[in-house]
């Protein structure tokens, strides 16, 4: 049986993953490390936590000896790395810790796959690596040769982490892939990003904080989608390269709040337009043609199917969230929104 290292497997899309992968591969086994930060929640992994084929360790990516351990005991026969400092608002407060999960903790997880015998690395990876395209320019898209430009403190980080898997492939040999993924939601998504915040804060009838004048571009695939592109490029990705991963799914974040509000019943007027993100992305658009045409990869869940089940997640798990929005990220929401 394969065994695969899954890190940040207690996260939003890494939870997805674990879950897509033990419902639908009898032949893996599944390690993961997460070292709970914030964004980590045992409760996400309840069911995984019963299943014979996952183990888990609690475990910072960042420490050399802590997972050098993890790998002589386990073996894996692939790491995917999804652990990461992930919201773009936090990395503005404090860019330090994104530097050093996103690109050194890459790097511990790298030299781990080295030394244990050249292990498959992935690296999951985001499109704010390539920055932003202009508004009035819908013909333009991210390809995998657009030039990495990115714009804020974790997309730099990412991009950072992107080109050292790249350079450890070139200079070790080191068999790695890289993703590329436009905005995931889907259900465990953690509520300080658009979707979830906005889902919260409608069924507390709290202010819908929209930045700026809601009119920068996202393009959204559900998360499940993004897990099967993933298991894909493990299985068939050409060693060395990076696959954009989009569903062509462009939307305006006011579109996405008001929409929102429709599904919830929620009156429009609880929108509130607050000061703008700095550096704030205008938008992103993926060109998919490569995973499309080298993995046959397409989206399989539509937007209207996907935000539905989505907002009828957070409906039917309140426990989940609302026990992450009354600890300590009540401080945060403060701390971002009071003065905004
Ligand atoms: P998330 O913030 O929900 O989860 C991150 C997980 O990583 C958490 O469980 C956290 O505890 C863990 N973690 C953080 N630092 C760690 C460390 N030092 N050691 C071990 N574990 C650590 O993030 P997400 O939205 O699930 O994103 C997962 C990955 O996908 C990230 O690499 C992100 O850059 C990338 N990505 C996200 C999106 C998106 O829309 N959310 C899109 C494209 C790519
Ligand atoms: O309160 C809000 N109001 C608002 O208008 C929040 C939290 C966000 N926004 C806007 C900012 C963005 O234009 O909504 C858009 C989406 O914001 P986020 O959910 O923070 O996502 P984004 O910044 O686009 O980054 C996400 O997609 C790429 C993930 O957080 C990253 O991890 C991923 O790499």
């Known amino acids: 049986m394969k065994k695969l290292l899954v890190t940040g497997g207690a996260g939003f899309i890494g939870a997805n993953f674990v879950y897509h992968m033990l419902d639908t591969r009898p032949d893996v086994r599944l390690v993961c490390v997460d070292s709970l930060t914030y964004a980590g929640n045992m409760s996400t992994l309840a069911r995984a936590m019963a299943d014979s084929r996952f183990t888990f360790y609690r475990q910072d990516i960042r420490d050399r000896a802590g997972i050098d351990a993890i790998f002589d005991r386990e073996k894996p026969d692939a790491v ?202 205008l938008r992103y658009a993926i060109d998919p043609t490569k995973i499309r045409d080298e993995l046959g990869w397409v989206p399989e869940t539509a937007f209207a199917d996907g935000i539905k089940s989505t907002v009828r997640w957070y409906l039917d798990n309140r426990p989940w969230w609302e026990e992450i929005v009354s600890g300590e990220y009540r401080d945060y929401y403060e701390r971002m929104y009071a003065n905004r």
Request: proline share 6%; net charge negative; with cysteine.
């Open 80 to 281: 995917v790395n999804f652990a990461a400092e992930s919201h773009v608002d936090r990395s503005i407060e404090d860019p330090a810790l994104f530097l050093q999960t996103n690109v050194l903790g890459v790097q511990v997880m790298m030299d781990a796959c080295r030394s244990h015998g050249n292990i498959r690395f992935h690296q999951v990876s985001t499109d704010e690596v390539y920055g932003d395209l202009p508004l009035d320019r819908p013909d333009m898209l991210f390809t995998e040769s657009t030039p990495l430009h990115a714009s804020s403190p974790y997309s730099a980080s990412k991009a950072g982490a992107d080109l050292l898997a790249l350079a450890y492939h070139r200079t070790y040999a080191l068999p790695v892939t890289v993703s590329r993924c436009s905005n995931n939601y889907g259900p465990y998504q953690f509520p300080e990003k658009l979707i979830p915040l906005m889902i919260a804060n409608c069924l507390a009838d709290k202010p819908l904080p929209v930045y700026g004048k809601g009119l920068n571009v996202r393009d959204w695939l559900y998360v499940e989608d993004h897990c099967k592109a993933i298991e894909l490029i493990l299985e068939k990705g050409r060693i060395g390269e990076v696959y954009n991963v989009g569903g062509h799914n462009e939307m305006r974040n006011i579109d996405i709040v008001k929409l929102i509000c429709g599904e919830l019943h929620k009156p429009e007027s609880l929108i509130t337009y607050v000061t703008d993100r700095k550096g704030h992305d």
